[in-house]
């Protein structure tokens, strides 16, 4: 079966879709998505469609984005994803919905890894799951389309999401921004959100060596406290060897970009990956 058609199947399956432009129900129409207006939104060979009418964001080159997905590949926040899955599933166990097809959306998606990696590791546990991502960086979504995987992959902005209300059980934001009343739009009344988020000493080594202020999260935890309630906060802190990938991770890191090393001669071989996982609903 050819890519389109198996994800067009899969879309039939999860009928959420809303149109950004006029906020009306978007029905399967051939090769396109189309809503009672006439707005239409085609669906690419590889089964991704675009949902940004016209725009999108262009700081993400696909030189950039292929250097991520190496780095992604190598396994640089494979203690994370395993958290996700381990919080995602003792969740689904707490609110009873084992046995159910769990609606996950990867916001902020990228290349399309995480979500790919993530949903794997709730199938391992014996999960039914159905797994989306979006991101509004078309190279990002190119990638994520070459993969052959049951993810539906869109381009889309976080703050229009092309989703009906009540679209998902799940949103996954992993280092990405969020918008928080279009989140509360799509996530079930008894959701959860998991948002990572990075803390002082998450890539500190790279920090040092281009001579960067040292990162505080303070004002970004503070502000998901006032739009949301956190049930549960998860701190994970690894020391990852880097020193096989350490090109691509400069390239893929963006506040390095525009930034020079302060000692070009320096060698990075291992950085700190400190970070909290945050657990919320609406």
Request: some cysteine.
């Amino acid at each position: 079966m050819k890519k389109i058609e198996k994800k067009k199947r899969l879309m039939e399956a999860y009928g959420h879709f809303r149109c950004p432009k006029c906020q009306g129900k978007l029905s399967l129409e051939g090769n396109s998505l189309k809503c009672t207006l006439g707005h239409t939104y085609d669906i690419s060979k590889k089964g991704t469609v675009n949902f940004v009418l016209g725009y999108g964001e262009e700081n993400y080159s696909l030189t950039m984005l292929e250097a991520r997905k190496r780095v992604m590949e190598e396994g640089l926040f494979q203690e994370v994803l395993e958290a996700l899955a381990e919080e995602i599933y003792e969740d689904c166990l707490l609110l009873g919905k084992e046995g159910e097809v769990l609606r996950i959306l990867d916001a902020g998606c990228g290349d399309g890894t995480h979500i790919e990696v993530l949903g794997k590791a709730l199938k391992d546990k014996g999960m039914d799951v159905a797994l989306t991502g979006v991101d509004i960086s078309k190279d990002g979504i190119l990638l994520a389309g070459r993969k052959d995987n049951d993810v539906l992959y869109h381009v889309a902005d976080l703050a229009s999401l092309p989703f009906q209300e009540e679209a998902f059980d799940v949103i996954v934001n992993i280092l990405s921004p969020v918008n928080y009343k279009d989140f509360q739009r799509v996530l079930t009344k008894e959701g959860r959100v998991y948002k990572v988020i990075p803390e002082t000493g998450y890539l500190k080594e790279l920090r040092k060596l281009y001579g960067l202020k040292e990162y505080h999260n303070e004002e970004i935890v503070a502000h998901l406290k006032e739009q949301g309630k956190v049930y549960k906060e998860r701190k994970i802190k690894e020391e990852k060897q880097v020193g096989a990938f350490v090109d691509d991770l400069l390239l893929m890191t963006p506040m390095l970009w525009d930034k020079e090393i302060l000692d070009p001669g320096a060698k990075i071989e291992q950085v700190t990956i400190e970070l909290t996982l945050f657990t919320f609903g609406f």
